[in-house]
C-alpha cells in the first residue's frame, strides 16, 4: 500500500484557464490529472484545502479518497472543490495505472470497444484563451491565425461550407457549433428576433443543403436563452435536422426541460457543466435526456464519470465524454469510453488537438479516420513534457509534500 505524499500543480501563461495536478506516491509514482476554468482558485484550494485532507492517504483506495475530499458542509454542484478533486482522481487512477502497469481502461473494468467516434467542436486555436469565460469576449477572433491553425469558430460564422468540407476530408462527419450566441449576449438571451435567427441557422442551413446526411450536425446554446425563446430556436433548428441541441436553457431547471422537449423532436443534451451524479438525476428523472454530457475534469474524474454513466444507462441514456479544455481530460475520456457500454461519441476540437495539445504531453491519443483510441502505455499513457514543466511560460509551480 503507497500513500499519498506530494501534489503539485501547474499553470501556464499561454493557457491560463487550465490547471494540471501531479501526485507523487510513497512508492515514486507519479499520476497526472488537469482541470478547467478558474485555474488560479482551483490551484489555491489544493493547496490550502485539498492537500491537507489527502496527503498520508492511500493512494489505491481512491474511492476513500474521493470520499474523503469531499467537503464537510457550504459545497454543492460543480464548483472548484469538484474541479479540484476531478484532477486529482484522474491523477490517482494514472499513479494506479503506472504502478500495476496497465491502461486505465483495462483498471476501469476492462475494453467494451478499442476506440470511438469523434465529433469536432468547431472553436479556433485561441477559444476560451481569456480570463473572461463563456462570452463571445473569449471566442479568440481577435487574435491572429497562423495559416496551419485551424480557424473553425470564423469558419463556421464565415465559411461554414468549407468547414464542413474540410472535416469530411479528414474523416468527420459530425460538428457541433454555436452561432447563437451573439445574439443571445446581444438581448441577455430574453429575445431572438426573426433576422437574427435567419442568420444563426443560415451555417446550418448552408451545410445542409451542400452535404445532406454526410455530415451531422448539432447546437450548442450555451444555456443562455429563456424558455420561450430556446424554444423557438429549437423548433427553427428542427426543420434543419440536428444529431442533438445542447444545453438548450441554463442547466437549473429540469421542468422547463421537460417543457421543451415535449415540442422539440431533436434530441436534448446537457450535463457537462452541472456536477456528479446525483446533480444529473433530476434531470434524468425528466425523461427528456437524449444524451448525457459529461466532462471528467469537473464531474469529479473518472470514479464519479463511471458513477455518471450507470445512472444514465439505468435511463436507457447514452452519455458523451466533453473536450473543450485540455490533452489530459481528453486523454482520460477516451479511455472511459473504451470502458463504458453507454458512451456514444467523443468530443474533440481538432484546432486545440492539432494546434498545442502535443505542446504540453508526450503523448496523445490517436486519430484515424474518424475515431480516436488510447495512447500505448499505462495509466493514462502520456505524462506532462519535461520542458512544458520548465517553459518559461509554465509560471506556477507549487507543491504540498510529507514525508
Ligand atoms: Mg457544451
Known amino acids: 500500500m503507497s500513500t499519498i505524499t506530494e501534489l503539485i500543480t501547474y499553470r501556464s501563461e499561454e493557457h491560463p484557464n487550465l490547471l494540471w495536478l501531479e501526485v507523487n506516491t510513497k512508492d515514486g509514482v507519479t ?14 484550494y489544493i493547496h490550502s484545502n485539498l492537500a491537507p485532507m489527502v496527503l498520508g492517504l ?23 472543490e469538484l474541479r479540484a478533486r ?27 470497444r478499442h476506440q470511438i467516434p469523434v465529433y469536432n467542436t468547431c472553436a479556433g486555436n ?16 481577435d487574435k491572429p491565425v497562423k495559416q496551419e491553425e485551424f480557424d473553425d ?68 446554446l450555451h444555456g443562455m ?18 444529431r442533438w441541441i445542447e444545453d438548450p436553457v441554463f442547466l437549473t431547471n429540469a421542468d ?34 437524449g444524451l448525457l454530457i459529461l466532462d471528467l475534469g469537473w464531474c469529479g474524474g473518472l470514479t464519479e464519470a463511471r458513477r455518471c454513466a450507470a445512472l444514465a444507462g439505468a435511463y436507457q441514456t ?19 469510453c473504451q470502458s463504458t457500454k453507454n458512451a456514444y461519441v467523443q468530443e474533440i476540437v481538432r484546432a486545440f488537438y492539432y494546434g498545442w495539445y502535443d505542446e504540453i504531453v508526450t503523448q496523445l491519443p490517436p486519430i484515424k479516420e474518424g475515431k480516436i483510441t488510447v495512447p500505448e502505455g499505462p495509466g493514462l499513457g502520456l505524462e506532462l513534457l519535461d520542458d512544458f514543466k520548465k517553459r518559461k511560460s509554465t509560471f506556477s509551480r507549487k507543491s504540498n509534500k510529507i514525508g
Open 31 to 44: 499520476g497526472l490529472g488537469e482541470t478547467f476554468f478558474a485555474a488560479e482558485a482551483v490551484e489555491a
Open 58 to 80: 492511500p493512494a489505491e483506495d481512491i474511492e476513500l479518497v474521493h470520499h474523503k475530499s469531499r467537503p464537510y458542509v457550504g459545497f454543492v454542484g460543480a464548483g472548484m
Open 86 to 112: 476531478s484532477a486529482l482522481d484522474i491523477a490517482l487512477w494514472d499513479a494506479l495505472g503506472k504502478s500495476v502497469n496497465l491502461p486505465l481502461s483495462i483498471l476501469l473494468g476492462g475494453r467494451i
Open 126 to 141: 485561441r477559444y476560451v484563451r481569456g480570463p473572461k469565460v463563456g462570452s463571445t469576449d473569449n471566442f479568440g477572433l
Open 153 to 220: 469558430l470564423n469558419s463556421f460564422l464565415n465559411d461554414p461550407v468549407s468547414l464542413a468540407a474540410s472535416l469530411l476530408e479528414m474523416g468527420i462527419d459530425s460538428m457541433k457549433i454555436w452561432p447563437f450566441d451573439y445574439a443571445a449576449e446581444a438581448t441577455q438571451g430574453q429575445f431572438i428576433g426573426p433576422s437574427e435567427l435567419a442568420k444563426a441557422l443560415k451555417p446550418f442551413e448552408l451545410i445542409k443543403k451542400k452535404y445532406g446526411n454526410k455530415m451531422q450536425l448539432s447546437a450548442e
Open 225 to 242: 436563452w429563456n424558455l420561450p425563446e430556446s424554444l423557438i430556436i429549437c423548433q427553427a433548428l428542427d426543420e434543419i435536422g440536428m
Open 256 to 289: 422547463g426541460v421537460r417543457e421543451l422537449k415535449r415540442a422539440v423532436r431533436s434530441r436534448i443534451a446537457l450535463g457537462e457543466t452541472r456536477g456528479g451524479a446525483d446533480d444529473f438525476k433530476i434531470f434524468l428523472d425528466t425523461g427528456a435526456l
Open 318 to 336: 447514452p452519455v458523451a465524454a466533453h473536450d473543450c479544455n485540455g490533452p489530459v481530460v481528453l486523454t482520460a475520456s477516451v479511455h472511459f
